[in-house]
């Protein structure tokens, strides 16, 4: 059984209630039951975090280095344009993580065109709303089950 932790950055517990034609109807809790449900189904376990702070998603993604974290999902939102910090401390960990957003970045204001962690993901998926999270945690699933099989 795999550990593995979705993280999700500033804002994004105010999901559901507005802009929907962005982001979709869906509220996070929403998202995290149907994710801890899909990891479950695959019998693997799964935590989540959301956070308005940097400080304390830069936390738990430390912690994660020594608590048997195999693999992170993260929706960093407005910190994927801005936080070095962040990014430092997923390079630090050099645990597997996917980036993961519900718009499309690259469709929007020229701001959000920028990822400080694109190039260090695994992958990224973005566009498909609440879906990109459960498309995100799939592709998650598909390589652990590779690396179980090597
Ligand atoms: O599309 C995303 O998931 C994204 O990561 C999410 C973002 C975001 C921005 C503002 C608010 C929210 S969450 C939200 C959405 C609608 C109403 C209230 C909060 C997310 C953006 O900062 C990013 O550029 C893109």
Redesign the pocket.
């Known amino acids: 059984m795999a550990k593995l932790l979705v993280l999700h950055?500033?804002?994004?517990?105010?999901?559901?209630?507005?802009?929907?034609e962005?982001?979709g109807r869906a509220t996070l809790a929403d998202i995290d039951a149907g994710l801890a449900a899909q990891a479950a189904a695959a019998g693997h376990a799964l935590s989540s975090l959301q956070s308005n702070a940097e400080h304390e998603l830069v936390d738990r993604v430390q912690a994660a280095r020594d608590d048997g974290t195999g693999f992170i999902l993260i929706?960093?939102?407005?910190?994927?344009?801005t936080s070095v910090a962040l990014r430092d401390a997923l390079a630090a960990v050099a645990l597997p993580f996917i980036e993961?957003?519900?718009?499309?970045?690259h469709s929007?204001e020229p701001f959000?065109h920028h990822s400080y962690f694109s190039d260090l993901a695994v992958g990224v998926v973005?566009?498909f709303g609440a879906d990109?999270y459960r498309y995100a945690l799939d592709a998650a699933l598909q390589r652990l089950a590779g690396s179980a099989a090597a």
């Open positions: 950055g500033p804002n994004l517990n105010l999901l559901g209630s507005r802009e929907p962005i982001y929706n960093p939102a407005a910190f994927t344009h993961i957003h519900l718009s499309n970045p929007r959000r973005c566009g990109s």
